[in-house]
């Protein structure tokens, strides 16, 4: 199967993807999630879709990987704490470089680079957000949407694992060198991701070095969070969503709770709530076949393809 690569133009940006599959095949598009770069997306998972009939494409978001770097732009606003409290409360805050609804211009901007009208939108994490953002404003270029171990950061929700989330945004040792980076992300890989299907260290440190050389860029994590942050609440979205939807969701999630994913369900009209058992905020490969198996189900039969 060819992997063909290129970059797309949003603005001023730059967006390097991938695809795998046939050109002719169904579009799917994936989004990765905060401070991930589209190789989070592992290559056999995106050949695991294909397989299956899909065009799969997979981009780097801004500020991450080989896209564009906003390098400079600067987030304001109340410290983090204050940031986190309204975040829980649903509340945008901040004055950032741009928001969620941006980054879901830039998805568009991919599908336009490649002349696809419409594609299967699925996106991870922070990714599943953007997908909940592109399902509402852009909803005639979507086929289906598929939110992957996320929320909609409504009012309320049950907060984040304490460990799992200071895990994620705990900056690494000061002064550390190329191998103590890999090791940070390797231990923050481990605690989020699934204790069921845990990867070994060895394997958690393969991945992260291969990250680690592709692109380490920290600041485009801040700018990100900081987009989630100042999107606030995607309920409102959700409410004027009509594009059918699937929410797939692991039930080992300390750090994204299942609580989010039902949150979602409720509010996207006639949307279907999937919850994987053993998955964490991962995607292991044991449970490849019933996450693309759910998703691909999902896509045939909301266009008969």
């Avoid at 949003?10 to 401070?35: K, Q, R």
């Avoid at 989010?260 to 919850?275: E, M, N, Q, S, T």
């Amino acid at each position: 199967m060819t992997t063909r690569s290129g970059t797309a133009r949003s603005g001023d940006l730059d967006l390097v993807y991938d695809e795998f599959g046939d050109l002719d095949a169904p579009p799917v598009l994936l989004i990765m999630g905060l401070g991930a770069q589209m190789t989070l997306w592992r290559e056999g998972f995106c050949r695991a879709v294909a397989d299956r009939g899909y065009r799969v494409i997979r981009f780097d978001n801004r500020d991450v990987g080989l896209s564009t770097k906003l390098d400079g732009a600067r987030v304001s606003g109340p410290l983090l704490p204050i940031r986190l409290a309204n975040t829980f409360l649903g509340r945008p805050v901040g004055d950032v470089p741009y928001t969620l609804v941006d980054m879901a211009d830039d998805a568009r901007a991919v599908l336009d680079h490649l002349d696809i009208e419409r594609a299967h939108i699925v996106g991870a994490s922070m990714g599943g957000m953007i997908t909940q953002v592109f399902a509402a404003e852009h909803a005639d270029r979507a086929h289906t949407a598929t939110v992957v171990m996320s929320s909609n950061n409504q009012a309320l929700l049950p907060p984040p694992g304490p460990k799992q989330l200071l895990s994620l945004i705990s900056p690494p040792p000061k002064n550390a060198d190329r191998e103590a980076l890999i090791a940070h992300r390797a231990k923050v890989g481990q605690v989020i991701g699934s204790p069921v299907h845990p990867l070994s260290m060895e394997q958690a440190l393969a991945y992260s070095a291969e990250n680690y050389d592709r692109s380490y860029y920290p600041a485009g994590f801040v700018r990100q969070f900081a987009a989630i942050q100042a999107t606030g609440s995607l309920a409102g979205f959700n409410k004027r969503t009509r594009v059918p939807t699937l929410v797939l969701h692991g039930t080992h999630d300390k750090l994204m709770r299942p609580s989010g994913a039902k949150a979602i369900a409720k509010a996207v009209p006639d949307a279907r709530l999937h919850l994987v058992d053993g998955m964490a905020h991962d995607l292991p490969e044991p449970l490849w076949d019933e996450i693309v198996g759910t998703m691909t189900g999902h896509f045939a039969e909301h266009t008969g393809s």
